[in-house]
């Protein structure tokens, strides 16, 4: 008779009993040899019995299903190899005996022709399935109090490493914890979208996840010390303090926080979408109805004119080169005037070789606090050997150190990073500020909707004269009202007295968003 042996063993089985399969197989090859049975073919499987959703009996069930005439009998050494789910074990008999084929154990044989056995059957099935729920309950049980005690036993996430705290099953910061560190810093600044941030990190500093996964991990509270602990059974969810070590504070992790649930605004909010060939559009306000004009090409006298108009009943409409032509003459008046472009140009110098100095000194501290503390864990490492330091004490001490060491580079890194060489910019920043309306009608159509939203946060209402804005960009008024101020007495050529250093921008701000 043609028969198909069948042998399995779980992972952790084959980890504990190597020889499981090789036992199996030459105990159901000996039993074949002894009862003249043809071994057609020799399936093995190292995946659990919980289901039959394991590789080699699905080849095992296709070979079956194409070649069911020439197999008899399918065996194995005892029926727990076979399936530890009576129910879908039962279901798999019906459908083998239904093609005429037998199922059964060599160590734990049953006539299953017998009705009697089928309850032997039932016995043999339902005893290891008991016993895995049992281990698995035992294993989920272990796991919470595990978690209660502020172990941490998943995957470690970025910035985290798998690993023992003061003996424990938690995670410990690797070497991209600082990466996370400036990614919650940065974000929490507000003043750049997260996306933005992480494409930065990205090409900067090599940061390896996705957008959601980026998202997650400055939602995730394991990052400033906190352990989930999920609902079970009449349990409410909770957390509670973990034992591993915090990458971020909880200030920082709430000023996250407000920034991604909108309770801290990022940044200018731009429109979702600019139209290239209306840049204009979203940014004007209608003088009749006072509502948003938009924009459209319209077909007549064979050709195509494009327009700004009013969707309401007013019919306001403005030929698109007119407003663009009104737009480049309202820039040029707020443009600088050269004596104070020349006094500003002098004043961001001055601010920025300040802020320069400034950083060295800072990068200088915060290397030498780093050095004192990486030679305080030499000291431990010493002491430990020397037996003059416990063991536990010596992981605490240098999981501190090791902290504070982590933080200093990941200020030094911020330092690093705002070293943006800002000199370089004044010169063609600022001369862009003597001619924005030239600026203006270089752009492209795609770029001039920035330029104008950027001189002008509010919408622009447009009138018969021109047209009109409650407000300018903050630095540029400034700036005017100065010129304006000396222009009134009279002075030939502005001078460094004149107060400038108190509205010159932010440094990092005025030469990028200019």
Not at 362 to 374: C, P
Not at 377 to 392: C, F, G, P, Q, Y
Request: one cysteine or more; proline letters at 3%; charged letters at 30%.
């Amino acid at each position: 008779m043609n028969t198909i042996i069948y042998t399995r063993v779980s992972t952790d089985e084959q980890a504990e009993k190597g020889f499981s399969l090789r036992h199996q197989k030459q105990l159901l090859t000996t039993y074949c040899e002894l009862n003249k049975l043809t071994i057609a073919k020799h399936y093995e499987d190292d995946y659990s019995a919980k289901n039959f959703d394991r590789p080699e009996w699905k080849n095992l069930m296709e070979y079956v299903a194409k070649n069911r005439k020439a197999v008899d009998k399918i065996l194995f050494t005892k029926w727990d190899r076979f399936s530890r789910n009576a129910e879908q074990a039962l279901a798999v008999i019906r459908k083998l005996t239904a093609m005429g084929i037998e199922v059964n154990s060599i160590e734990q044989p049953l006539d299953l022709t017998n009705p009697d056995n089928k309850v032997m059957l039932s016995m043999y099935l339902i005893l290891p399935e008991v016993e895995n729920d049992k281990i698995s309950q035992r294993t989920k049980d272990g796991m919470r109090r595990a978690t209660k005690e502020g172990c941490f036993l998943a995957k470690a996430p970025y910035g985290y490493s798998n690993g023992k705290v003061l003996g424990k099953t938690s995670v410990i910061p690797n070497g991209d914890s600082a990466i996370v560190l400036a990614a919650y810093t940065e974000v929490a600044k507000g003043v750049e979208a997260v996306e933005v941030i992480r494409k930065r990190f990205k090409t900067e500093r090599g940061l390896t996840l996705q957008k959601q996964q980026f998202y997650n991990m400055l939602r995730n509270k394991l990052y400033c010390g906190w352990i989930e602990v999920p609902e079970f059974k009449k349990e409410a969810a909770s957390k509670l303090k973990g034992i591993h070590e915090p990458l971020v504070s909880q200030e920082l992790f709430d000023k996250v926080q407000d920034v991604l649930d909108g309770r801290k605004n990022i940044g200018a909010k731009l429109p979702s979408t600019v139209n290239e060939n209306f840049p204009l559009k979203g940014s004007l306000i209608c003088p009749v109805c006072e509502k948003q004009i938009t924009a459209s090409k319209s077909k007549g006298n064979g050709g195509h004119y494009e327009y700004y108009h009013c969707t309401a009943k007013c019919k306001v409409r403005y030929k698109k080169e007119v407003l663009h032509e009104n737009v480049a003459q309202m820039l040029t008046k707020v443009s600088l005037n050269k004596n104070v472009a020349d006094l500003y140009k002098e004043v961001l110098s001055d601010l920025i070789s300040q802020s320069e100095d400034d950083t060295a000194r800072r990068r200088k501290e915060l290397v030498g606090e780093k050095e004192s503390l990486e030679k305080l864990v030499i000291d431990a490492e010493d002491r430990l050997m020397k037996n003059e330091l416990k063991a536990e004490l010596f992981d605490r001490i240098t999981t501190r150190y090791e902290a504070s060491i982590r933080e200093i580079e990941a200020s030094i890194g911020q330092l690093e990073r705002n070293d943006l060489n800002l000199g370089k910019y004044v010169e063609d920043s600022v001369k862009l500020l003597c001619d924005m309306g030239g600026l203006f009608n270089q752009l492209k159509d795609s770029k001039k909707g920035g330029l104008l939203r950027t001189i002008f946060p509010e919408n622009l209402v447009v009138e018969k004269e021109g047209l009109r804005t409650n407000s300018t960009n903050t630095v540029l008024e400034l700036l005017s009202r100065e010129y304006r101020g000396l222009e009134k007495a009279k002075m030939k050529k502005a001078t460094k007295n004149s107060g400038f250093s108190n509205v010159a921008p932010p440094l990092g701000l005025e030469p990028r968003t200019l």
